[in-house]
Each structure stands twice: as C-alpha cells, then as structure tokens.
C-alpha cells in the first residue's frame, strides 16, 4: 500500500498568492517524520521543511509553513507570498521511527507560479 | 544547504556495458543512500549504506547493481551489465546519523540513458 499519497498532481496559481499542497501519510509507528522537498526543473532535490511527529507545533521555515493534522494523518504544505521561482515539484516524505532507514516518497505536485 | 555532488550529471551507456555512478556526500555525513527516479515518476529507494556495509536494499536493487566507498573517496553505484530498465536518474542522499529524524540531502542526480 501507498505509505505517502499526493492527491494533487498539478496546481497553477498566481505570484504573491498563497498555495497549500496536500499530503496524506499511513503509518502503524506512533514516531516519525515528515519532509517535504521540492524538484527543480534541473532536477534538483531541495529540502524545504520537516514536522517531527511528537511535535504538536506546526513548523516554519521562511515562506514555508505546514498543516500538521495528526489525526487524519495529513501534513499539509502551504507556501505563502509564492514567487515565480517557486515552480517546481513538491514531494511529500515519510520516514519512520524505527530502525528503517527507508523514507517514503509521494508522487509529487507540480507546481506552476504565474505572473 | 548541505550539497551531495554527483559525477556524471549524465551519461549514455550501451546495454550490457558496465557504469559507475559517483557521490561526494555531505562531508560529515555518514550515511549514504541510491534512490532511483524513473521520468514523471516518484523516488524510490535502492539502497543505504554504513561504515562500508549495505544496511538495507529494496527489490529494485538487483544482483546487477552493487556500492562501496573505498577509503571515503567516492560513495559509488556500479551497474554491470546494464539493462534497457535502468535508465532513470540516479539520486545520492546522505544524513549525519542513522535516526529516523535525520533528514537526507540529496545531489542533482546522475541521468542515465541505457541504449
């Protein structure tokens, strides 16, 4: 089964405006962690954020921020103020807490920044 | 951020030849790993890598397939023989630790065309 699902698999929005990717995980381990990286069109895999499970916080790193919903097993990126050289794809990563190093990778979001 | 550099950015191969895929990983980092990127597809795990040791490989890492970092130079991949199948971009990734919590960092890929 899908250990990481990204319903969305494309998005166009305008520059400035805010955009939230969706992300649905499934796990069975009650600690693990959550990452979101982004694809350039060079196909660059770049970091952007991470939500460790046990934190109750939503994180926060410059103009990313996530929807953390434990419950439903949902880690939501919103990106605000998005900029052209957003574009890209987004991934969505699980990784759990045991002794597997494995992380999960979703399908991935392409998103598209217009002017 | 941290940067995984990869060598070649790519490369087009005959089937049946035999290719190296080079990573210079983070430089404190002690864990390395393959992921494999088919086009439009997600990023699937292959293989990670310890203190000289493969800790953990998927089904997608075939007998064909091997990794070593000889003497901390370069973490490899080497596929002899190559099929028509393994044509794909080859991602290195490496973390400090082995914690589930540590995030990997990923280079910009080696695209490889099996013809």
């Known amino acids: 089964a899908q250990k990481v699902t990204q319903t969305q698999t494309s998005i166009s929005v305008v520059e400035k405006t805010t955009v939230t990717m969706d992300c649905v995980y499934e796990t069975r381990d009650s600690s693990y962690f959550l990452f979101w990286y982004k694809q350039t069109a060079s196909g660059e895999i770049v970091f952007l954020i991470r939500q460790d499970s046990y934190k109750k916080e939503n994180a926060t790193v410059g103009h990313y921020s996530l929807n953390f919903q434990k419950p439903k097993s949902s880690i939501g990126l919103i990106i605000t103020a998005t900029q052209i050289e957003d574009s890209a794809v987004y991934f969505c990563a699980m990784r759990e807490g045991g002794s597997n190093n494995r992380i999960f990778f979703g399908d991935g979001t392409q998103l598209v920044v217009k002017p | 951020g941290p940067k995984v550099l990869q060598i070649p950015s790519h490369q087009i191969i005959d089937m049946g030849q035999m290719v190296t895929l080079n990573c210079d990983p983070v430089?404190?980092?002690?864990?390395f790993y393959w992921y494999k990127q088919i086009l439009g597809q997600q990023m699937e795990f292959l293989v990670n890598?310890?203190?000289?040791?493969?800790?953990?490989k998927s089904k997608l890492f075939k007998d064909q397939f091997s990794v070593e970092r000889p003497d901390g130079s370069y973490f490899t991949l080497k596929i002899q023989p190559t099929a028509l199948e393994d044509s794909a971009v080859y991602f290195c990734?490496?973390?400090?630790?082995?914690?589930?919590?540590?995030?990997?960092?990923f280079g910009e890929g080696s695209r490889l065309i099996v013809v």
């Open positions: 430089s404190n980092h002690l864990y």
């Open positions: 890598f310890y203190n000289g040791k493969v800790m953990e």
């Open positions: 990734a490496s973390s400090l630790a082995r914690r589930a919590g540590n995030t990997l960092y």
